[in-house]
């Protein structure tokens, strides 16, 4: 059991903001590594292309992350079972409606490519 006084609102942002600027540039140093040394083992080899800094290595982490985007972060379809939360919040007529407009453009629900039962 815990024993003393809970941290103020303002502590907890200031814990948080320190524990994002420790733990963000440790994570920007390992995934800039990783892309550094898998592109400078594949990429000459398969493709050759020059090898790459760290800095490139980084420039190329931000690239992809504009160009492609940060796929499922935020998005409830990124949860598992999103789609069904989103399923099940809908009324019948509104289920109706979406299977209609899904079949119009010849696709399947997306609880049905997932594997799931939506009903």
């Not at 292309?49 to 992350?65: D, Y």
């Amino acid at each position: 059991m815990r024993t003393g006084r809970r941290m103020s609102r303002g502590q907890r942002i200031a814990a948080v903001a320190v524990g994002f600027f420790i733990v963000m540039p440790l994570v920007v140093l390992l995934f800039g590594t990783i892309v550094e040394h898998l592109w400078n083992w594949l990429m000459p080899a398969v493709f050759h292309l020059p090898m790459v800094s760290f800095a490139q290595a980084i420039g190329l982490m931000v690239l992809s992350w504009i160009l492609f985007g940060l796929r499922g972060v935020g998005t409830p379809r990124a949860r598992r079972g999103g789609w069904r939360r989103e399923w099940m919040r809908l009324t019948p007529e509104e289920r109706e409606r979406l299977l209609r407009a899904l079949e119009a453009r010849h696709e399947r629900p997306p609880f049905e490519r997932e594997g799931e039962v939506g009903g």
